[in-house]
């Protein structure tokens, strides 16, 4: 029976399953996910490499799973204000200015391109949650009347992100709170915040 059939496996839990996570956090900081290999993980984590398979049926499930254990807010910001929600949000802890884990995204960028498996998994269980987060955020300004009934929150709400990482990863600016809060008051704010006569009707729509 192979490591991958899918049958149930007893658990590998509390601290030494802790343990395990943390040592495969370190080899993805250490190799990129491309280079990281569960022999690799299972000699950080000092552990054979049938135990690891005891518990996740790969390297998918189980750097998936330390990208998971990595602790993040669980709250939302709710200051009322639309930009102090986004202050908070991408400066924080898990945020656009946390240094581990802006090193954590580019130890997997690449296997975002070229594992199809990886790149379903970190986008269902790694970015759809945060991005469902960022959207609640526009969501409840659009409700408290901060932006205009028809701006488009799909693709408003990841702009941000993606400003701030196309000037991480091809301009080399590092992400830090005056940058975001820039992009915040001179790109987002403005765009959210058009009156209603600005945004376009769905005729008016290219």
Not at 31 to 55: E, H
Request: glycine share 6%; hydrophobic share 45%.
């Amino acid at each position: 029976m192979t490591p991958d059939s899918g049958v149930a496996r007893p658990r590998v839990e509390g601290d030494r399953e802790l343990e395990i996570l943390e040592a495969t956090l370190e080899v993805l900081g250490d190799v990129g996910y491309d280079r990281l290999t569960m022999d690799a993980v299972a000699t950080r984590a000092k552990a054979s490499k049938a135990t690891l398979y005891r518990r996740w049926n790969g390297k998918v499930s189980l750097v998936i799973e330390a990208l998971l254990s990595v602790k993040a807010p669980t709250a939302l910001p709710d200051t009322g204000s639309l930009r102090e929600d986004l202050i908070a949000s991408f400066c924080g802890l898990g945020g656009l200015t946390d240094q581990k884990s802006v090193d954590t995204f580019a130890s997997v960028l690449t296997a975002i391109t070229r594992d199809p498996d990886f790149a379903a998994a970190f986008r269902r269980e790694v970015i759809g949650p945060k991005a469902q987060m960022s959207h609640v955020i526009f969501e409840r300004a659009q409700a408290r009347g901060e932006i205009p009934v028809g701006v488009d929150l799909e693709l408003l709400a990841p702009a941000l992100a993606g400003i701030v990482l196309h000037r991480l990863y091809l301009m080399g600016e590092m992400p830090s709170e005056a940058l975001i809060t820039r992009v915040i008051d001179q790109i987002i704010l403005p765009a959210a915040t058009r009156t209603a006569a600005a945004v376009p009707t769905e005729k008016e729509s290219p």
